[in-house]
């Protein structure tokens, strides 16, 4: 009997997609906005940290990028959705990588964030059903 792939690709109602979203989110955190910068409301998280490694720093944040994008595929989310968080990852690494000027440009691009949120948003879209369906 064929595998049923609807066990994967359910709705946020569902308990994997659920635990799935709040992984990501803590992913998210750790690597985004886990500290602050006391006196400002500047927060910043691994991938600043990491990021200042010359040479590799910004290409082992593609790491966690992926896992996340491997979480929005398991989910089948949108394509559209799927492209906008690849080009998140892409802007963080291509800019991120540029010395100096991409030290700071990660503390305030904050890709696993919006990429989180547009997971987020993609199976949020999948649990409630469409507000466009009215009778004539």
Do not use: E, W
């Amino acid at each position: 009997m064929p595998a049923d792939r609807t066990a994967s690709a359910t709705p946020l109602h569902n308990t994997n997609a659920a635990a799935d979203l709040a992984r990501v989110q803590r992913i998210a955190r750790l690597f985004d906005t886990r500290y602050g910068l006391p006196g400002t409301r500047l927060r910043f998280g691994l991938d600043s940290v990491i990021g200042l490694i010359p040479g590799i720093g910004d290409i082992a944040m593609l790491i966690p990028s992926a896992y996340i994008i491997a979480i929005a595929l398991r989910h089948d989310v949108p394509k559209a959705t799927l492209l906008k968080m690849i080009g998140n990852a892409a802007i963080d690494t291509g800019v991120g990588s540029i010395p100096v000027l991409g030290d700071i440009f990660d503390l305030f691009f904050k890709s696993h964030r919006r990429n989180a949120d547009l997971l987020a948003a993609a199976l949020q879209g999948k649990a409630t059903p469409s507000a466009t369906r009215s009778a004539p």
